[in-house]
């Protein structure tokens, strides 16, 4: 589905529309979910400082003990630290995700960084919109809107993260 290329401009059109919805960049903190959404938000700090020249500060939040289906799964979450930029007041965090789906994730960091302090805003970013919420939850900056069907599944590959080389494919998932 997308290359690349298309990885790349889907992400400096992003880091275009955070710049022109913000125009106080000093008060942006980019919030990654592990682990291709840290990955992700390191690139925007980069294109968006290219850009601005201004160094947009990142973190990471971790949603393993937040979210709703915590204690419904057979195995407990692999967890990562969280390390947020301090103080949150006054700040617009953009949490950063690979995929948007259901929207339970960005529940679940919300109320994440909920528990680090309460930013002014709080904006989501997503490479990926697939659809099928199961929460009110809107995307603010999206690269690709990628409707997808129920038996259908999102692959994103990050050669920073996965060793593969960047690419979005969308795969059928075999029926049992």
């Given at each position: 589905m997308l290359d690349a290329d298309a990885i790349g401009r889907a992400l400096r059109r992003i880091a275009h529309e955070i710049v022109e919805r913000n125009p106080e960049l000093g008060s942006v903190i980019l919030a990654g979910i592990p682990s291709?959404?840290?990955e992700i938000a390191l690139r925007l700090a980069g294109i968006i400082?290219?850009?601005?020249?201004?160094?947009?500060?990142?973190g990471i939040i971790d949603v393993s003990m937040h979210?709703?289906?915590?204690?419904?799964?057979?195995?407990l979450p692999r967890m990562q630290a969280s390390h947020l930029p301090l103080p949150l007041e006054n700040k617009t965090v953009i949490i950063v995700?690979?995929?948007?789906?259901?929207?339970?994730?960005?529940?679940?960091?919300?109320?994440?960084?909920?528990s680090?302090?309460?930013?002014?805003?709080?904006?989501?970013?997503?490479?990926?919109?697939?659809?099928?919420?199961?929460?009110?939850?809107?995307v603010d900056y999206v690269g690709k809107n990628l409707p997808t069907a129920p038996g259908e599944?999102?692959?994103?590959?990050?050669?920073?993260?996965?060793?593969?080389?960047?690419?979005?494919?969308?795969?059928?998932?075999?029926?049992?």
């Open positions: 291709r959404g840290v400082e290219s850009l601005r020249q201004i160094q947009v500060p990142t979210r709703d289906d915590v204690g419904t799964r057979a195995e995700d690979d995929v948007f789906f259901t929207g339970r994730t960005a529940r679940a960091a919300m109320d994440a960084i909920s680090f302090g309460r930013p002014a805003r709080i904006q989501l970013a997503a490479l990926i919109d697939r659809g099928h919420r199961e929460l009110p939850i809107r599944r999102v692959r994103l590959r990050l050669e920073n993260v996965d060793g593969e080389p960047d690419a979005v494919w969308l795969l059928k998932e075999e029926k049992a």
